[in-house]
T-cell receptor, first 115, second 113 residues
Framework: AQSVAQPEDQVNVAEGNPLTVKCTYS??????LFWYVQYPNRGLQFLLK????DNLVKGSYGFEAEFNKSQTSFHLKKPSALVSDSALYFC?????????????WGLGTSLAVNP | SQTIHQWPATLVQPVGSPLSLECTVE??????LYWYRQAAGRGLQLLFY??????ISSEVPQNLSASRPQDRQFILSSKKLLLSDSGFYLC????????????FGQGTRLTVV
């Protein structure tokens, strides 16, 4: 069965430090992986996706994510965190096995960047 | 460019009253459409999705229903709201391809009192 895990409910990081938000997945076929960000009382905004090709994917607002097939992970990273990066982050996956078009979502990780 | 509109932004309704939330997409045709509910600011629960006019798939049995009367219009309804229907409701659309991302509306905060 498809699943996504975000093992950390909350991540705290100091402004200027690198940040990592973790995501692992389980699919039957090849994964299509996505990261979204949600600010309070707002809809989700798409950050980046991995489809195929280079394992390091660059996205919006200086974020990037690394696809690791052997570890079935797709961790979100940023070299230098900003206070404005504080938000809720969601990882999601689809796979190309079967006829399922739905996104499977992680439960979200709350990122707090401290000044 | 494509845009998605969802309204209202906030809604306070008494228990037992009806509900109608509307979502429209502009700038694309034949989108996949989704209704999600987010409880307590965390995980997303898929309520309904639609791949075409009149085609609605329900993910969980509940007090809500959805309709797609037009290609780019998706409506979430209830005949009688329950307290447990309170939450943050999000509409989204995507192209019908596995590798495409979904785009979300701004959400509706529903409080049933």
């Amino acid at each position: 069965a498809q699943s996504v895990a975000q093992p950390e409910d909350q991540v705290n990081v100091a402004e200027g430090n690198p940040l990592t938000v973790k995501c692992t997945y389980s699919v039957s076929g090849n994964p299509y992986l996505f990261w979204y960000v949600q600010y309070p009382n707002r809809g989700l905004q798409f950050l980046l996706k991995y489809i195929t090709g280079d394992n390091l994917v660059k996205g919006s607002y200086g974020f990037e994510a690394e696809f690791n097939k052997s570890q079935t992970s797709f961790h979100l990273k940023k070299p230098s965190a900003l206070v404005s990066d504080s938000a809720l982050y969601f990882c999601a996956v689809r796979d190309d096995a079967g006829n399922n078009r739905k996104l499977i979502w992680g439960l979200g990780t709350s990122l707090a960047v401290n000044p | 460019s494509q845009t998605i509109h969802q309204w209202p932004a906030t809604l306070v309704q008494p228990v037992g009253s009806p509900l109608s939330l509307e979502c429209t997409v502009e700038g694309t045709s034949n989108p996949n459409l989704y209704w999600y509910r987010q409880a307590a600011g965390r995980g997303l629960q898929l309520l309904f999705y639609s791949v075409g006019i009149g085609q609605i798939s329900s993910e969980v049995p509940q007090n809500l229903s959805a309709s797609r009367p037009q290609d780019r219009q998706f409506i979430l309804s209830s005949k009688k709201l329950l307290l447990s229907d309170s939450g943050f409701y999000l509409c989204a659309w995507s192209k019908d391809r596995l590798y495409t991302e979904a785009f979300f509306g701004q959400g509706t905060r529903l409080t049933v009192v």
